[in-house]
């Protein structure tokens, strides 16, 4: 089956641009997390996206959004980039949301092969 | 507070050789743990997880892992390792309750080289 699917694979901007990158998770695959690799902070989680609603989020600022649609399709958005933003984005797309129970079909994740934003 | 330790940066091992990949955690709760490796300009691909049961966890390539709670550690292990195991190793825990339970915590990450 196919895999997680991301595009653009590259991006190029200027500072005070916005970008919008794009996930698209695994056939039956409902949750999508999207992840933030730097060499300085090595990888950090942004958010996750289960059933349209936003499940979790991390400690970046408001610039950094997303969105998930009924196909479970998933988009982030970066406002008026920074420098600091030139990152490496990864998707990763799950089952489902973890529950406190042990449904253990909910605990993978795959990755897709990222979005390289360089801001200049 | 949820965390993954590597302790090293980097690790060298010649072709034929056992490898070790260090990893030790801190979670609330019981952890899941998993080990990714990356390849330059590519993302995570997955190696293998321990969710529950026996410590010694087996997954992709011939790496294994080995869980122990007492030390909160789950390194990764292989009994002859391949030039085309040099990559970037990461580990990562997800914990099974409170707000974060749905994130994976991740470590800095190990460059493993592998001389021929």
């Known amino acids: 089956k196919a895999g997680v699917t991301q595009t653009p694979r590259y991006l190029i901007k200027t500072r005070g641009q916005q970008v919008t990158l794009s996930c698209s998770p695994i056939?039956?695959?409902?949750?999508v997390s999207w992840y933030q690799q730097t060499p300085g902070q090595g990888l950090q989680f942004l958010f996750e996206y289960f059933s349209e609603t936003q499940r979790n989020k991390g400690n970046f600022p408001g610039r950094f959004s997303g969105r998930q649609f009924s196909n479970s399709r998933s988009e982030m958005n970066v406002s008026t980039l920074e420098l600091g933003d030139s990152a490496l984005y990864l998707c990763?797309?799950?089952?489902?949301?973890?529950?406190?129970?042990?449904?253990?079909?909910?605990?993978?994740?795959?990755f897709g092969s990222g979005t390289r934003l360089t801001v200049v | 507070a949820q965390s993954v330790a590597q302790p090293e940066d980097q690790v060298n091992v010649a072709e034929g050789n056992p490898l070790t990949v260090k990893c030790t955690y801190s979670v609330s709760g019981n952890p899941y743990l998993f080990w990714y490796v990356q390849y330059p300009n590519r993302g995570l691909q997955f190696l293998l997880k321990y969710i529950t049961g026996d410590n010694l966890v087996k997954g992709s390539y011939g790496f294994e892992a080995e869980f122990n709670k007492s030390q909160t550690s789950f390194h990764l292990k292989k009994p002859s390792a391949l030039v085309s195991d040099s990559a970037l190793y990461f580990c990562a825990v997800r914990p099974d309750r409170g707000s974060t339970l749905g994130r994976l915590y991740f470590g800095r990450g190990t460059q493993l080289t592998v001389w021929p």
């Open positions: 990763a797309s799950s089952r489902g949301i973890f529950n406190a129970g042990h449904d253990r079909s909910n605990y993978g994740y795959t």
């Open positions: 056939s039956g695959h409902r949750s």
